[in-house]
């Protein structure tokens, strides 16, 4: 294995010196690609948002699709950072405005500082769990957790997570989620259709919290069921479960308007210390390689993850981060920097390479929001899934889980947003693949993970790629 240095110097070099060009490039053909889908974004029933509805004039500009740097797109009418500066800043004046008069909100919770530390034994978490499911509400409904009850999950959740590695191995069957973004009320859905555990396994690959209003829900109901059932609900970590980011899409001010200092900075910086503690990557019956992000040019073998020691207070650098933060991009073939400013973006061969050398059949992962819920890359070696339907009430995306069986084939679940011919709509899009692969090695090396059933959404062959945004 090469040295630490060596494999340093690797990921170095693949920074060019026309790398701000580059960048430059792919951030003018981001914002274009996020105006189209803008235009194309009608209004919907608000499911996870109250008040105003956010204006589609300043979309979500840090998910991207995997063919927003393609070079066809050259013209835009604002830049990325004023985007992202100007819905971060309504954002930040809706949620200031609504804290103003915190003493007249029924739904904040204004524990005292003289709240003390509670047991977790002293929390039945079943019950505790069942109450999420009780009273479904459409829209923003706060369950009015009390800061001892938040402190305590959290601290179970971090020694659950630090008794793991960093590289998860986990055994099917199980079903693969993505990103979630403090979408509550999708989340008990697709539980609720899926199945709770223990019964089914999970498998979520980060992004709890951010950008939707209930990510305290969303992140606390995990960790319930994780430290309830640790060998059925694994939660990987996301680039949105670091303090750099998450201080800034949200979270962070969520819970300041939710309980009072210091309970709430105390609040935060526990949430921290848990997320460093989770794993990064998972292989699921050594087969199926799972991350929130992608690959990295110095993923030698799995033991460059396996071997990263936890905590990881500072992810922003080398295997780490990539696993974080890296994009496949169908319109090169192996590196180039990323335009997000952290990680890289990655071709169709270097999916190959690795799959070769690591003996891994498909990888899955999240970081991107598509149209359909899913994407697949790489003549299926690649699939990115995104667990968050009507994302932020901005886009008419699906969501999608996907479902691996014991003999390791996969089926994918779609989620729509409500209206006229869901049920349709659920079909055609469970729909993925209707002729066998053109390339017969295709087929073969996917042939243990991909089954060729007749029921709806298991996968037998491949058509066109659906378009993500």
Request: overall charge positive.
């Amino acid at each position: 294995m090469a040295s630490a240095s060596s494999r340093q110097v690797k990921r170095n070099q693949i920074f060019t010196k026309d790398v701000r060009k580059q960048r430059a490039i792919s951030l003018k053909d981001v914002s274009m690609r996020s105006e189209q889908m803008t235009s194309m974004s009608k209004s919907i029933a608000p499911t996870q948002y109250s008040g105003r509805k956010m204006e589609p004039s300043a979309p979500l500009m840090e998910k991207t699709c995997p063919e927003s740097s393609s070079p066809d797109r050259k013209q835009r009418h604002s830049s990325l950072k004023d985007t992202i500066k100007n819905f971060i800043s309504r954002r930040a004046q809706e949620r200031t405005s609504g804290a103003e008069g915190r003493g007249g909100i029924s739904n904040v919770n204004l524990d005292s500082e003289a709240d003390v530390d509670i047991n977790i034994d002293s929390i039945d978490l079943p019950k505790f769990i069942d109450k999420h499911f009780a009273k479904p509400q459409p829209g923003v409904h706060r369950m009015n957790y009390k800061a001892a009850e938040v402190r305590a999950i959290v601290n179970a959740a971090m020694k659950v997570f630090a008794s793991e590695g960093t590289l998860l191995e986990v055994r099917a069957p199980v079903i693969i989620c993505g990103d979630v973004h403090g979408q509550f009320n999708d989340l008990l859905n697709m539980l609720l259709l899926l199945g709770t555990p223990p019964s089914t396994r999970y498998l979520f690959l980060g992004d709890y919290v951010d950008r939707g209003q209930m990510s305290l829900e969303c992140i606390i109901m995990l960790m319930c069921y994780k430290i309830l059932y640790p060998n059925c609900v694994y939660l990987l970590r996301g680039n949105h479960e670091c303090a750099r980011v998450n201080t800034k899409y949200g979270f962070a001010e969520e819970i300041d308007n939710l309980f009072p200092m210091p309970a709430s900075n105390n609040i935060w910086c526990l949430f921290q210390r848990a997320f460093n503690q989770m794993p990064v990557a998972a292989v699921v019956d050594e087969k199926i390689l799972c991350m929130h992000g992608g690959l990295s040019p110095v993923l030698d073998s799995l033991d460059d993850i396996r071997c990263e020691k936890k905590p990881l207070r500072n992810p922003f650098k080398g295997v780490i981060n990539d696993m974080l933060w890296a994009d496949p991009d169908c319109n090169i073939c192996f590196w180039r920097a990323s335009a997000r400013g952290s990680g890289f973006v990655f071709g169709e061969q270097v999916v190959k390479d690795v799959c070769q050398r690591l003996g891994i059949e498909l990888i899955t992962r999240a970081h991107q929001l598509c149209v359909d819920g899913f994407w697949v890359f790489a003549q299926r070696r690649l699939m990115t899934i995104f667990s968050a339907p009507a994302y932020c009430n901005l886009f008419r995306n699906a969501g999608a889980a996907l479902k691996v069986d014991a003999n390791l084939h996969c089926q994918l679940v779609a989620f729509v947003p409500g209206g006229p011919n869901v049920q349709q709509m659920i079909v055609d899009r469970n729909q993925l693949w209707e002729s066998p692969p053109t390339d017969p090695n295709v087929a073969n090396a996917a042939g243990n993970s991909f089954g060729k059933g007749s029921g709806s959404g298991e996968v037998a062959g491949e058509k066109p790629l659906p378009q993500p945004c």
